[in-house]
């Protein structure tokens, strides 16, 4: 059973950091590119980040492009997304997921609340 676990969401200040982990299950992690989405309250799932399977390709939104990092632990099954420079517009349930034979997959995510 393929199983995608986020934790690392919270309460953050404008301006602060968190970091996300995805924990991951039920298939060869290391075959896989991963990414992470995102969705805020009353809009629609929007892309965040991209990293291939082998780590040395990775891609942002424009909206996040220079503050994320997406980064991955192929020991640990495990894809991490470290945020800075965070904004009130970052408010979000934020998702990991990854496609596998040919259907997308994807975790029941974590909520990160950016407010003063």
């Known amino acids: 059973e393929v199983r995608l676990v986020e934790s690392g969401g919270g309460l953050v200040q404008p301006g602060g950091s968190l970091r996300l982990s995805c924990a991951a299950s039920?298939?060869?992690?290391?075959?896989?590119?991963m990414s992470w989405f995102r969705q805020a309250p009353g809009k629609g799932r929007m892309w965040v980040a991209d990293?291939?399977?082998?780590?040395?390709?990775?891609d942002y939104g424009d909206s996040v492009k220079g503050r994320f990092s997406i980064s991955r632990e192929d020991t640990e099954n495990t894809v991490h997304l470290q945020m800075n420079s965070l904004k009130s517009e970052d408010t979000a349930l934020y998702y990991c997921?990854?496609?596998?034979?040919?259907?997308?997959?994807w975790g029941l995510g974590t909520q990160v609340t950016v407010s003063s």
């Open positions: 997921s990854t496609v596998l034979w040919s259907s997308r997959y």
């Open positions: 990293i291939s399977s082998d780590g040395r390709t990775t």
């Open positions: 039920g298939f060869t992690f290391s075959r896989y590119g």
